[in-house]
């Protein structure tokens, strides 16, 4: 099966930071890679889908990059409502996984 | 707008069967293409995607849960079910239920979902 992690597994941040978070596939996945955002508390919501692709509603602070094996999540500007644990997911083929999580949070 | 809605016991006794049922309304579960999953979050940790069932019927499961699982579809009552036998305090979770608009399409809509913990 194909592993998924993300790195950092935390990071702290200052309202305004551009923060980057990344994922490996231990396998190419091509551009299957979808980004979730969960707040403390809430659901996760889909954040970014086929690794580059807004979700309709997400501010445009958030892109996606990356295909094949390695991907990235940006937040050019943190504001306070980006804290939260974000997780990568992998959707090419079953089973559909997700990295461990990235907690974010205001320095 | 699609809503989707979990419930079942929020409490289970180890070594016995967890069954959840998830309502979907505002869209039909027999819609084309679309597949409706089981996803579980332990308290602190991280996601597990359980399985899915899509609207032909077709099931696939997380190979690490798979001989404990089933996941069924109601068409009637536009609901899918979970069952996940013989649970330990390891399978203490929340369980959301989610649904992807195709095969090779991510979780676009969730349950708010429900903690079930097991003990005695």
């Known amino acids: 099966d194909i592993q998924m992690t993300q790195s950092p597994s935390s990071l702290s941040a200052s309202v305004g930071d551009r923060v980057t978070i990344t994922c490996r596939a231990s396998?190419?996945?091509?551009?299957?890679l979808a980004w979730y955002q969960q707040k403390p508390g809430k659901v996760p919501k889909l954040l970014i889908y086929?690794?580059?692709t807004l979700q309709s509603g997400v501010p445009s602070r958030f892109s996606g990059s990356g295909s094949g094996t390695d991907f990235t999540l940006t937040i050019s500007s943190l504001q306070p409502e980006d804290v939260a644990t974000y997780y990568c997911?992998?959707?090419?083929?079953?089973?559909?996984?997700f990295g461990q999580g990235t907690k974010v949070a205001i320095k | 707008q699609v809503q989707l809605q979990e419930s079942g016991p929020g409490l289970v006794k180890p070594s016995e069967t967890l069954s959840l049922t998830c309502t979907v309304s505002?869209?039909?579960?027999?819609?084309?293409?679309?597949?409706w999953t089981w996803i579980r979050q332990p308290p602190g940790k991280g996601l597990e995607w359980i399985g899915y069932i899509s609207y032909s019927g077709r099931t696939n499961y997380n190979p690490s849960l798979k001989s404990r699982v089933t996941i069924s579809l109601d068409t009637s009552k536009n609901q899918f079910s979970l069952m996940l036998s013989s649970v330990t305090a390891a399978d203490t979770a929340v369980y959301y239920c989610?649904?992807?608009?195709?095969?090779?399409?991510?979780?676009?809509?969730w349950g708010q979902g429900t903690l079930v913990t097991v003990s005695s």
């Open positions: 505002g869209d039909s579960v027999t819609i084309s293409d679309y597949y």
């Open positions: 997911q992998k959707y090419n083929s079953v089973p559909w996984t």
């Open positions: 396998q190419g996945i091509s551009n299957y």
């Open positions: 989610a649904r992807s608009s195709g095969y090779i399409f991510p979780f676009d809509y």
């Open positions: 086929a690794a580059s």
